[in-house]
């Protein structure tokens, strides 16, 4: 693969002390100002990458353990039993609350600490200013709060395992009433946690639509803007108005626990042979409408990053345009818009009338285009590519048909009818976990592997990352692919024995032994990418500020930026993906290069 | 480092970065509000009976809280305008009348709650006082909080008057701004409540 | 932006203040008042939302400055008004399934 020299540029600067770029005022931060409690985008974002990253890995490792269960319902766990002790799991053997627990947190630990994190929280924040062109987000101390509030909504979440009165939430990550009104106190801790994160994110949008509004560079217009960009953009608009609702209903939920109040109770409710004495009157719908309003948008900030990173990758991968770019920054935000009004196909079995389940079948149909506008274009983008095959691009060309899988199994899920039989099944397990893990996990894993040599000056080791990137893309299969049969056969989910006590499960029990080969073997194969990610902090191939050859503005920064990230400010001459341009002397033309 | 466009207009938006935080911040406030007025909407009308509010709430108190805090709000607009006038002194006389008024609004609700407390009024007895209680309980944490910003720029804050005085007069209009929101939730929490 | 104002137009804006302060006065008294008349419930809903209504633009467009903001905030707050509607209408349709059930 040649490599054309990159010519000096004069918003870098080639390998100066970090702090002479900016602050000639300046006095010397101390320890705790410069690396704990800092207000710089680039520090906070690998503050949460790295409780992301963590949270991923400690999220992933309740799943490890539930796969036990699933595999072997019954069977003591070897020597980890006995430390999780009696009330957990007695003599080895898991009880059915604690794999409640497990169940319920894994799912929100995933979702809330570990993607959205280090997919928002992390790339947004260290890459978002540096990719406008901008010194630092529009609200530096906004952004260290927001961070903290995160940090403490993580710990309020971890401490829920540890109370005494019946350990961690376990209601499901969906925290379905009435049973989380009248569950242990963990619940109410998961509430305030969840509290804690809401504003960390409403914080974090604030910042990020702000900051790309006002703080983009010279002649940035929007339609210049990279994909990735544009992505972040419409997701901060999603959780800048669908979280709000959710932490309505939290607080609803902590006024029926605490203050005794009905909202989600309904009257007559009868708890283990005993009536309830509460009021009554309260409607448990109430809490789906809330709680779906927010977690459909979720999910959509769940893969749109995602998509951001594999655009960005795609396009340098094959130095070529994105193909479609416009089309699909219009899908984009119209996926964004349409998000707002599909959540009730979550609720199609709550006993709706047919009038509306067809508003939200409609609805939901109409939002499968755009994710299929923006999928076939980076397919599309394919064609005829000059590809180099380096770990970024691998984990990004393998996004595309695992994301394809995890949508088009959405469709029947989607249609109400065809919902009937599979909702609530292992074949929704299959369906999401196929966006979410091979899918959006997989672009993270790109991401990191991509801008890792803009943060640390490092590149990572290609040779570990091509097997974790085969051993992953292999396991993820085994692990999700068999559920799709579960599903099919009937199996439910959360279910604590994986479906063993019932007969029309049998055909099919076997499948939860693979998929737990699968994941503990997935388990394993992130090991090369943890000892990468450290030993390549020290020993990886030094690079200057391009080492991609990309076109956007983040790679004229040195590796790393230093306080206030460009010594001049940037200008963008052109639009984002200007590869391969004919005539030109190299194969790519950057965006800030006059 | 300087962040650009803290103090002056971005010349194609024409806006503030903290103008613009400001309102995205109030619209995820309308999105939490709503929230709640939407389990209003759905929980009255899955009740088979519904008190009218002035069987239930004192209706001439919460008249009063509702002219003290449309009061609070020309005050603090006249706050704002004292400080496009360079009129120093004025603003923290209109400043703390605000966040005397604010502070009114909360006594009067402490007698409110008490009144209901002491007659057996709990938000467990029944969905309306639910309803009642939640609402007006997150709204105050509102006030409480518009009220603590507040004070912090008619006291420590207001130094910063002395060194760049048209940032300060940006940083009130935008606490302004959420003092104001503050009152217009209440001007539709207070028919909602009270008199339907 | 906060430099475009001149004492005279602060003057103006004052004058103002004091005159949507007297409506928002004589309104509040309207409505306690039409609510001792106890109209029927769709009946008062609507007139108490649509002096609300009034009383709150009267808040949004002068004391918060609305009427002279800036395209971009509109933006926002008209997306915010759509999902707004969203989340008070959808709800209860649903679990009431539509207009012709009660």
């Known amino acids: 693969m040649s490599q054309p020299t990159e010519p000096a540029h004069p918003a870098a600067v080639a390998a100066p002390k970090p702090h002479v770029a900016h602050e000639v005022h300046h006095e010397e931060l101390g320890f705790w100002r410069k690396y704990v409690f800092s207000t710089d985008h680039k520090v906070i974002g690998i503050q949460y990458a790295t409780t992301g990253l963590l949270f991923l890995l400690f999220g992933f490792s309740l799943m490890m353990l539930m796969r036990w269960q699933l595999a072997y319902p019954g069977a003591a766990v070897p020597w980890l039993g006995t430390i999780l002790g009696d009330s957990r799991m007695p003599g080895g053997t898991m009880l059915p609350e604690f794999y409640n627990q497990l169940g319920a947190m894994h799912g929100t630990i995933m979702v809330f600490l570990g993607v959205v994190p280090l997919a928002v929280g992390g790339f947004g924040n260290f890459v978002l200013p540096l990719q406008i062109g901008a010194p630092d987000m529009a609200f530096p101390k906004i952004n260290m709060v927001s961070y903290w509030c995160l940090f403490l909504g993580g710990v309020t979440m971890l401490a829920s395992f540890v109370i005494p009165d019946g350990g961690a939430a376990q209601s499901g990550w969906t925290s379905y009433v009435p049973l989380s009104d009248i569950a242990g106190s963990g619940q109410t801790w998961w509430l305030i946690g969840m509290v804690f994160l809401i504003t960390s994110s409403l914080l974090g949008a604030v910042n990020f639509i702000t900051t790309t509004i006002q703080l983009r560079a010279k002649g940035l217009t929007f339609m210049r803007f990279p994909f990735f960009v544009w992505a972040q953009f419409v997701t901060s608009f999603l959780l800048l108005l669908a979280f709000p609702p959710l932490e309505g209903a939290a607080v609803m939920q902590l006024m029926d626990r605490v203050a005794g109040t009905s909202f989600f109770l309904p009257s007559g409710l009868v708890v283990s042979g005993q009536a309830l004495t509460n009021a009554g009157g309260g409607n448990p719908l109430l809490w789906q409408h809330l709680f779906w309003f927010l977690a459909h948008p979720e999910v959509y900030v769940l893969i749109l990053p995602g998509m951001g990173i594999v655009a960005e990758i795609i396009a340098n991968n094959t130095r070529k345009p994105l193909w479609g770019y416009r089309s699909m920054v219009y899908s984009l935000i119209f996926l964004g818009f349409m998000s707002f009004i599909v959540w009730a196909h979550h609720m199609f079995m709550t006993g709706m009338g047919t009038t509306m389940a067809a508003f939200f079948q409609t609805t939901t149909m109409i939002i499968s285009i755009p994710s299929v506008v923006i999928l076939t274009s980076l397919v599309i983008s394919l064609w005829g590519a000059s590809i180099r095959f380096n770990t970024p691009m691998l984990f990004a060309l393998a996004f595309l048909p695992m994301f394809g899988i995890g949508g088009l199994t959405g469709l029947p899920l989607g249609l109400n009818i065809t919902d009937i039989p599979l909702h609530d099944t292992y074949y929704v397990i299959a369906h999401f976990h196929y966006v979410v893990a091979p899918g959006t996990i997989f672009a993270l894993m790109a991401g990191i592997y991509y801008w890792y040599p803009k943060a640390t000056g490092r590149k990572m080791n290609e040779t570990l990352g091509v097997i974790h990137f085969v051993g992953s893309l292999i396991c993820m299969n085994v692990v999700f692919m068999p559920m799709f049969i579960m599903g099919l056969a009937g199996v439910s989910r959360r279910l604590f024995d994986g479906g063993a006590t019932y007969d029309f499960a049998q055909p099919v029990l076997h499948w939860n032994v693979v998929s737990s080969w699968g994941a503990w073997t997935l388990g394993f194969f992130q090991l090369p990418f943890i000892f990468n990610f450290f030993w390549s902090i020290w020993n990886g191939e030094k690079v200057t500020e391009n080492p991609w050859q990309a076109t956007t503005i983040e790679w004229s920064a040195p590796s790393p930026p230093p306080h206030g990230n460009f010594l001049g400010a940037p200008e963008a001459y052109r639009g984002p993906y200007e590869y391969s341009v004919p005539g030109a002397p190299k194969d790519f033309w950057p965006q800030y290069e006059a | ?196 | 932006m906060s430099s475009d104002l001149s004492a005279a137009d602060i003057d103006r804006h004052v004058r103002v203040y004091v005159t949507v302060f007297v409506a928002l006065m004589a309104l509040t008294i309207v409505t306690v008042t039409v609510s001792r008349f106890h109209l029927p419930v769709s009946e008062a809903v609507t007139v108490a939302l649509i002096i609300a209504t009034i009383k709150g633009s009267l808040v949004a467009c002068y004391f918060m400055h609305l009427i002279s903001e800036k395209k971009l905030i509109y933006a926002v707050l008209g997306l915010t008004a759509v999902f707004f509607v969203v989340l008070l209408a959808l709800p209860s349709l649903t679990v009431h399934n539509g207009f012709w059930i009660h």
């Open chain 2, 1 to 196: 480092m300087d962040i650009p466009y803290t103090v002056e207009a971005r010349r194609d938006t024409g806006l503030t970065n903290g103008k613009i935080g400001i309102w995205l911040f109030l619209a995820s406030e309308v999105m939490l509000f709503g929230a709640l007025f939407a389990s209003y909407i759905l929980i009255r009308t899955g009740a088979p009976t519904w008190p009218r509010g002035d069987t239930m709430l004192n209706v001439p108190l919460a008249t009063f809280n509702t002219i003290v805090l449309i009061s609070s709000s020309v005050t603090m607009v006249m706050a704002w305008a004292s400080l496009k006038r360079r009129r120093f002194e004025t603003f923290r006389i209109y400043m703390g009348g605000t966040i005397l008024l604010g502070l009114v609004f909360l006594i009067v609700k402490y007698f409110e709650y008490s009144a209901h407390f002491n007659e057996g009024a709990f938000p467990s007895t029944n969905n309306f006082l639910a309803l009642y209680f939640t609402l007006t309980g997150l709204h105050m944490l509102h006030v409480f909080g518009g009220m603590v910003v507040n004070a912090y720029f008619w006291g420590p804050g207001a130094k910063l008057w002395k060194t760049n005085p048209e940032w300060f007069t940006n940083r009130v209009e935008n606490s302004g701004l959420f003092w104001h929101f503050v009152d217009l939730v209440w001007i539709f929490l207070f028919p909602t409540l009270y008199l339907l």
